[in-house]
């Protein structure tokens, strides 16, 4: 409840410029790690978050896999569960096309990954909620772009 002195926020919503055509999993790895004494264990970190965005060459079919993987229990950090999710969406620009293709990476790889990223939540929570530790959720997070220039091979 709001009471008369308190501010409120009021949200326009729009059209996000891409819709989402389909979504798959091409990895889930959860495994809840048996433990003796399960107080001395920890939920784990968020380690990596890595989006990846493509688009064809008329930038208008695109898509995004999104990494998320947690930190590794060891004999410093006890934890009680360990998770890798990989998520992949293709997407269709919907909106008119931008003269600025860095633009469009960026808007790709935000709301593309904002999507992929609740979809693995989802995934991850139905996953573990069996799970002897409760239920795993993945914590809140905000995407901001950083464009990277292509690097060499890594062979």
């Known amino acids: 409840m709001t009471g008369d002195d308190e501010k409120q926020v009021l949200l326009k919503a729009y ?11 091409p ?12 107080k001395d264990a920890r939920v784990p970190k968020l380690k990596t978050v890595k989006a990846i965005p493509q688009c064809g060459d008329d930038f208008r079919e695109c898509s995004v896999s999104l990494e998320i993987k947690s930190e590794r229990s060891s004999e410093e950090t006890k934890l ?7 998520v992949f969406g293709l997407f269709k620009w919907t909106a008119e096309m931008p003269e600025d293709k ?10 593309g990954a904002s999507i992929l990223y609740s979809s ?19 914590p809140t997070i ?14």
Not at 15 to 25: G, H, I, M, T
């Open 102 to 111: 860095e633009f469009l990476l960026k808007s790709l790889a935000v709301t």
């Open 15 to 25: 059209n996000a410029p891409l819709k989402l055509k389909s979504l798959f999993f």
């Open 80 to 86: 009680l569960y360990e998770y890798e999710i990989v």
């Open 142 to 155: 905000s995407f901001i772009p950083e464009i990277r220039e292509p690097r060499g091979s890594d062979l």
């Open 120 to 138: 693995a939540r989802e995934m991850l929570a139905y996953v573990s909620s069996r799970g002897p530790w409760g239920t795993c959720i993945l």
């Open 27 to 38: 990895i889930i790895h959860y495994e809840a790690i048996p433990h003796e004494n399960p």
